[in-house]
Every structure is written in structure tokens, then in C-alpha cells.
């Protein structure tokens, strides 16, 4: 072997060792990254698929309470109609009995006045010696009229 091919020859196949070790690390390298990779890729499918289910369920939640929004707004609607119907109904009733208090208290009044009308003509006819003398008789006979 001549000189130049030793000294050309031995770093060759060393320079040869290293690439190939390094091929070899890279592999495994390689390798390592592609199960991390797949790892990951499950992680965020898993993770992904439970997002989807999160929003169906926050989508199928907002369409329950929009829809029950809706039915508080009918039943709002409802008992707003129902509460003016009522007021109306009060204030009918108020200005009825008002009414009718005013008609009791002027029959009052009115049977109040013809009392005492009465109370005046009877006193001053029991003071009459006849009509005395016919009140005894009538309360000794009915004992129910006396005290008048």
C-alpha cells in the first residue's frame, strides 16, 4: 500500500464509522419523535373529540334555554294580560261598592230621619192622657211592647 492510500484510507473509514453512527442516532432519533408525534396526535384527537361533545352539549343547552325563555315570555305575557284584566275587574268592583255604600248610608240616613219622626210623634202623643192610658193597656196585654 503505497502512503497516500493508508493516510487517505484510515480517516476515510473513520469519517465512514462517524456518518454512520450518526445515521444510526438519527434513526433512533427519528424514531423517538415519531412516537411522540403519534402520542400527541391522540392526545389532540381525544382532546378534540371531547371539545365537540362540550359544544354539542353547550349548543343543545342554549337551544333549552332559549326555548324557555320563549315559554317565560308567553307566560309573562299571560299574567300581564290576566293582571290588567283583574285591575279592570277592581276598579270596577271599588266604584260598585262605593256606589252601594253611598246607597246604604242615604237609606240609613233616610230610615234614621222616619225614626225619628216616629220616636217624636210618639213621645208627644204618649204624653196624651189617651194615648197613655192605650200604651199601658197595650204593654200590660204584651209585655213585649213596653219600654218604647
Do not use: H
Not at 275587574?89 to 230621619?113: C, P
Amino acid at each position: 500500500m503505497k502512503l497516500t492510500s493508508v493516510v487517505a484510507v484510515k480517516p476515510l473509514l473513520w469519517f465512514i464509522g462517524v456518518l454512520a453512527l450518526a445515521v444510526v442516532a438519527l434513526s433512533v432519533s427519528l424514531v423517538v419523535v415519531r412516537v411522540n408525534a403519534r402520542a400527541s396526535v391522540a392526545t389532540y384527537e381525544g382532546t378534540g373529540a371531547a371539545c365537540a361533545a362540550q359544544r354539542e352539549g353547550a349548543t343543545t343547552r342554549v337551544a333549552e334555554l332559549v326555548s324557555a325563555n320563549a315559554g317565560y315570555g308567553r307566560a309573562v305575557a299571560v299574567l300581564q294580560a290576566e293582571l290588567t284584566v283583574a285591575q279592570r275587574q277592581a276598579a270596577t268592583l271599588k266604584q260598585q261598592s262605593d256606589s252601594a255604600v253611598a246607597a246604604a248610608e242615604a237609606r240609613e240616613a233616610d230610615a234614621n230621619r222616619t225614626l225619628k219622626q216616629f220616636m217624636n210623634r210618639y213621645a208627644g202623643q204618649a204624653r196624651q192622657t189617651r194615648c197613655a192610658l192605650a200604651l199601658t193597656e197595650v204593654e200590660a196585654s204584651c209585655p213585649a211592647f213596653s219600654g218604647y
